[in-house]
């Protein structure tokens, strides 16, 4: 493992601050709309109209197939959890990017049915609870939270959304697909722009995708000629059974988009998931101290992050004939927003949801998805934020919010949240 994981690169600053990714992204949403959001869910659980149109903010489309489309967007629990729900009805091909070949390129995120049963078939046996309880934590989780825990107790103060939480997803799953800790930044940094983030020219984003690619193609190669306990290997082996065809491995193009889809999942949502529980639970010190003495709490904690203020707070579907939702009708072909922040603070269900509170009872959320499209990766980031927190807790059994810099607050964009840093005193 590279010593870039403890570095003060600057590339940490530059990738892993909420605030410049939503910049960057250029859907940064300066005023916190969280009340605004409250007053349209009780008016109706379905709106005509994009929540950022609803909301007088300028628009921010990251679906190309969306764009002229008619738009819906749900904001109660139960219309949410009824589009997740039912694919006959409301698609994820949405999400599709179009691309030359037309390939698959988001990979199981643009699927629905047999066919993304049997994607995830192929690829759920490496996420399973027990492989993340043993084959991730033993390989690759707890030597990274030990060498950022080393890391830390060199420091009085420190930036956890920087000096943690943004380095031990990236630089897990990284080694765990299997790159050399080194690369983690540098993969990351060519995945955005690869993506158009900050404003990229075309000929650069043209450049950084078929940099990420020649990466995991050259990876591929070298374990097809010395295999390794890793994830491209596993990837490499697993079976495909689409409906009607034969039982085939996963062609190097399919590994090399599923590997790309882990990496970056891996590396973006748990960095910012994991500084969210951070933040209700050092908000709150009582309930820090409490789970700090009790780690089976630890669950409960994550969970209650999720349902509070999920990382990722958009998903979108396409409407695959006419028909109504929540009583509104929208036609063929129109989009519907699922915003997954607004559900999970639906007051029909939640006392006080704006609330962190991971003692109340438990109840379905949807911070984690809901349904065939469930995050795949789930038992992994669990594991992650239980071990990275268990870290933390075990070294600093006082850990509090730095009284000498402004109290941390949920920033970013509408679609993907995060603390805008977290400024501890380590003791």
């Avoid at 570095?7 to 410049?20: C, F, K, N, Q």
């Avoid at 699927?111 to 490496?126: F, K, N, S, T, V």
């Avoid at 984003?205 to 078929?210: G, K, M």
């Avoid at 704006?354 to 990766?377: A, K, M, S, T, W």
Wanted: with cysteine; proline share 6%.
């Amino acid at each position: 493992m590279s010593d870039l994981l403890l570095a003060d690169d600057p590339l940490y600053e530059e990738l892993y601050d909420v605030r410049r990714e939503a910049e960057a992204m250029r859907n940064y949403v300066a005023e916190d709309q969280t009340d605004a959001i409250a007053r349209l869910r009780a008016q109706a659980p379905v709106h005509a109209g994009s929540l950022r149109s609803l909301l007088n903010l300028p628009e921010h489309e990251r679906h190309p197939l969306a764009i002229g489309k008619p738009r819906f967007c749900a904001l109660s629990f139960d219309a949410c959890e009824e589009v997740l729900r039912d694919s006959k009805r409301f698609s994820s091909r949405i999400v599709h990017h179009p691309n030359p070949g037309e390939e698959k390129s988001m990979g199981v995120l643009e699927m629905d049915g047999p066919e993304h049963r049997a994607y995830r078939r192929a690829l759920q046996p490496i996420f399973l609870k027990h492989n993340a309880e043993v084959w991730w934590r033993h390989g690759w989780i707890d030597k990274t939270v030990e060498r950022l825990v080393a890391g830390l107790k060199q420091r009085k103060t420190a930036d956890l959304n920087l000096h943690y939480c943004a380095r031990l997803p990236v630089h897990t799953i990284t080694t765990a697909i299997g790159l050399s800790g080194d690369a983690a930044l540098e993969f990351r940094l060519a995945w955005m722009k690869s993506g158009g983030v900050g404003r990229v020219p075309p000929e650069e984003q043209r450049a950084a995708a078929q940099q990420v690619e020649a990466i995991l193609f050259a990876l591929i190669e070298a374990r097809r000629a010395v295999p390794a306990d890793d994830v491209i290997t596993r990837l490499m082996a697993s079976e495909l059974a689409l409906p009607g065809e034969p039982v085939r491995k996963l062609t190097d193009r399919e590994v090399m988009l599923n590997a790309r889809l882990i990496m970056v999942a891996g590396g973006g949502t748990t960095w910012r998931q994991m500084g969210i529980t951070l933040l209700g639970l050092l908000s709150n010190p009582e309930q820090y101290a409490e789970v700090c003495a009790d780690r089976s709490l630890l669950p409960l904690a994550i969970e209650e992050s999720a349902r509070w203020c999920s990382n990722s707070g958009l998903f979108c579907r396409e409407v695959m004939h006419d028909t109504e939702l929540a009583g509104v009708f929208m036609p063929k072909g129109s989009v519907i927003e699922l915003w997954l922040n607004a559900a999970n603070r639906d007051p029909s269900r939640w006392d006080h949801p704006e609330r962190y509170d991971y003692r109340r009872p438990v109840v379905n959320h949807l911070g984690f998805g809901i349904g065939q499209h469930r995050c795949l990766g789930l038992n992994v980031a669990h594991q992650e934020m239980i071990a990275g927190l268990g870290g933390l807790m075990d070294a600093f059994p006082n850990l509090r919010l730095d009284p000498d810099y402004p109290a941390p607050f949920i920033t970013g964009g509408l679609e993907q949240r995060g603390p805008s840093a977290l400024r501890v005193v380590l003791d």
